[in-house]
């Protein structure tokens, strides 16, 4: 085979390919193969037709598609590799010499491939790097929070529900005077204040006194995930049962004894201001590797496809309708609620697709130029973390499933990014960052 290469605008090429006589011939009786097995000729067994028989009784135009269909694909992948070409999308082909015994072929392929990549500079780069100091103010919050945590409510001798209370409370709403589906409950415990109820139905709540009853007026938001109630007013008979105040427990030695093993509340104080300087320093690292690939993305120059970047959108609209799932709501709730078009959410991922897609193209590159590889340990090490992660028993059938998906050359290509991420940061000087 021959090949020849023109590259187009936008990263297209187009790539043609002649086939000579002999490699006509093999397609051809490759082709016979296929197409004795399916045809019926009476004085033969199925299957056992000689060729020149077949085409005498069909036509030699019989072997022509199924030739044509063997020799495309080989002198197209052929053409890919020789050119070291990386295709992105499906190529589209056309006949440029039909396909005829005895004659050479030649067709044409047009495929956008991915884009070369100029490098900037990526080694030697020079990133600040935050500084890590804890303060005693953030040991303080770290231990107010943990207080929080193991609070207790309490039975209170208020005789006046305030703000700040919990209010235990029987309720049932009413619309147009008649009761609705979820309006209603028993022993409620509602804080005063959250903000997690119906806009204006806990203030309405403050002053009223145990035992007592009273009807809250309020309106349901427009924008309420439940239709039949957005924007209605409805009115709710309550009565205050008991009313429950927050003990936060006192930061003292037994509050450290009872959340862990500690002896003393220094002890503890220690060990927050220890656990908050271990995470700020894995903060300060994660944050000066992703500035160092930022900067080295940005030093180069890369004509990113358009297909790539409506692949990603596409990819990130995937996970937000999965995330939406997580919480209970469809896409189509949501774009009902934003007053937003699928197409426009699409649009809305743009911005981070575009820069993903331009991450990958760099990282790919500084791979290939510093020789880096994904060894078959590091493989193997990655399906074991995917295996506990997906609390899958068995690593070894785990990757049976992924190859069979097609999914291992993915998991190859994500480790080496992070390979590549990693050569960037190890060649990143640090500087320290201006307070």
Same mark, same amino acid.
């Given at each position: 085979?021959?090949?020849?290469?023109?590259?187009?605008?936008?990263?297209?090429?187009? =790539?043609?390919?002649?086939?000579?006589?002999?490699?006509?011939?093999?397609?051809?009786?490759?082709?016979?193969?296929?197409?004795?097995?399916?045809?019926?000729?009476?004085?033969?067994?199925? @299957?056992?037709?000689?060729?020149?028989?077949?085409?005498?009784?069909?036509?030699?135009? *019989?072997?022509?598609?199924?030739?044509?269909?063997?020799?495309?694909?080989?002198?197209?992948?052929?053409?890919?590799?020789?050119?070291?070409?990386?295709?992105?999308?499906?190529?589209? =082909?056309?006949?440029?010499?039909?396909?005829?015994?005895?004659?050479?072929?030649?067709?044409?392929?047009?495929? !956008?491939? *991915?884009?070369?990549?100029?490098? @900037?500079?990526?080694?030697?780069? !020079?990133?600040?790097? &935050?500084?890590?100091?804890?303060?005693?103010? %953030?040991?303080?919050?770290? =231990?107010?929070?943990? #207080?929080?945590? $193991?609070? /207790?409510?309490?039975?209170?001798?208020?005789?006046?529900?305030?703000?700040?209370?919990?209010?235990?409370?029987?309720? /049932?709403?009413?619309?147009?005077?008649?009761?609705?589906?979820?309006?209603?409950? #028993?022993?409620?415990?509602?804080?005063?204040?959250?903000?997690?109820?119906?806009?204006?139905?806990? +203030? #309405?709540?403050?002053?009223?006194?145990?035992?007592?009853?009273?009807?809250?007026?309020?309106?349901?938001? +427009?924008?309420?995930?439940?239709?039949?109630?957005?924007?209605?007013?409805?009115?709710?008979?309550?009565?205050?049962?008991?009313?429950?105040?927050?003990?936060?427990? &006192?930061?003292?030695?037994?509050?450290?004894?009872s959340v862990g093993d500690f002896n003393t509340i220094d002890e503890l104080k220690e060990d927050l201001r220890k656990k908050l300087t271990?995470? &700020?320093? %894995?903060?300060?690292?994660?944050?000066?590797? #992703?500035?160092?690939?930022?900067?080295?993305?940005?030093?180069?120059?890369?004509?990113?496809?358009?297909?790539?970047?409506?692949?990603?959108?596409?990819?990130?609209?995937?996970?937000?309708?999965?995330?939406?799932?997580?919480?209970?709501?469809?896409?189509?709730?949501?774009? +009902?609620?934003?007053?937003?078009?699928?197409? +426009?959410?699409?649009?809305?991922?743009?911005?981070?697709?575009?820069?993903?897609?331009?991450?990958?193209?760099?990282?790919?590159?500084?791979? %290939?130029?510093?020789? =880096?590889?994904?060894?078959?340990?590091?493989?193997?090490?990655?399906?074991?973390?995917?295996?506990?992660?997906?609390? $899958?028993?068995?690593?070894?059938?785990?990757? !049976?499933?992924? /190859?069979?998906?097609? %999914?291992?050359?993915?998991?190859?290509?994500?480790?080496?990014?992070?390979?590549?991420?990693?050569?960037?940061?190890?060649?990143?000087?640090?500087? !320290?960052?201006?307070?």
């Amino acid at each position: 085979m021959q090949f020849n290469l023109e590259k187009l605008d936008k990263n297209f090429v187009a =790539l043609e390919v002649t086939v000579n006589e002999e490699e006509v011939e093999e397609a051809l009786a490759e082709s016979y193969k296929r197409v004795v097995k399916k045809v019926n000729i009476p004085g033969f067994r199925k @299957g056992h037709v000689p060729r020149a028989i077949l085409e005498k009784h069909f036509g030699k135009e *019989v072997l022509y598609e199924d030739a044509v269909d063997i020799i495309v694909p080989k002198g197209y992948l052929k053409a890919l590799e020789d050119y070291k070409l990386e295709p992105i999308d499906q190529p589209k =082909l056309e006949v440029k010499q039909a396909f005829e015994a005895g004659k050479p072929f030649v067709f044409t392929a047009k495929v !956008e491939v *991915v884009p070369e990549v100029e490098l @900037g500079q990526y080694k030697g780069l !020079e990133i600040e790097k &935050a500084k890590v100091e804890i303060k005693d103010e %953030q040991v303080t919050e770290r =231990l107010a929070a943990l #207080q929080e945590r $193991h609070a /207790e409510l309490t039975l209170s001798d208020k005789k006046n529900l305030e703000k700040g209370d919990f209010a235990v409370i029987d309720f /049932e709403g009413y619309i147009d005077g008649q009761p609705f589906s979820g309006g209603a409950a #028993q022993a409620y415990c509602l804080e005063i204040g959250s903000g997690s109820f119906i806009p204006g139905f806990e +203030e #309405q709540l403050i002053g009223m006194e145990i035992g007592t009853d009273k009807d809250i007026k309020v309106t349901f938001p +427009e924008d309420y995930p439940r239709e039949d109630l957005a924007g209605k007013e409805a009115t709710f008979k309550v009565t205050l049962k008991e009313i429950k105040v927050k003990e936060i427990p &006192a930061a003292d030695d037994e509050f450290a004894q009872s959340v862990g093993d500690f002896n003393t509340i220094d002890e503890l104080k220690e060990d927050l201001r220890k656990k908050l300087t271990e995470w &700020a320093i %894995q903060d300060a690292e994660t944050s000066f590797a #992703q500035a160092a690939v930022n900067k080295a993305v940005e030093n180069a120059k890369v004509d990113v496809p358009e297909t790539l970047v409506k692949r990603e959108m596409d990819d990130l609209l995937h996970r937000f309708e999965h995330n939406l799932a997580y919480q209970g709501l469809t896409l189509e709730k949501y774009l +009902e609620y934003t007053k937003k078009t699928r197409e +426009e959410v699409l649009e809305d991922f743009r911005p981070e697709a575009l820069k993903r897609v331009k991450s990958d193209l760099v990282l790919t590159q500084i791979a %290939q130029v510093e020789n =880096l590889e994904v060894t078959e340990e590091e493989l193997t090490e990655k399906i074991q973390e995917l295996a506990v992660r997906y609390q $899958h028993k068995n690593p070894a059938k785990l990757r !049976e499933i992924l /190859e069979s998906r097609g %999914q291992l050359s993915a998991i190859k290509q994500a480790i080496l990014l992070e390979k590549a991420a990693d050569f960037i940061k190890e060649n990143t000087k640090a500087i !320290e960052a201006a307070k």
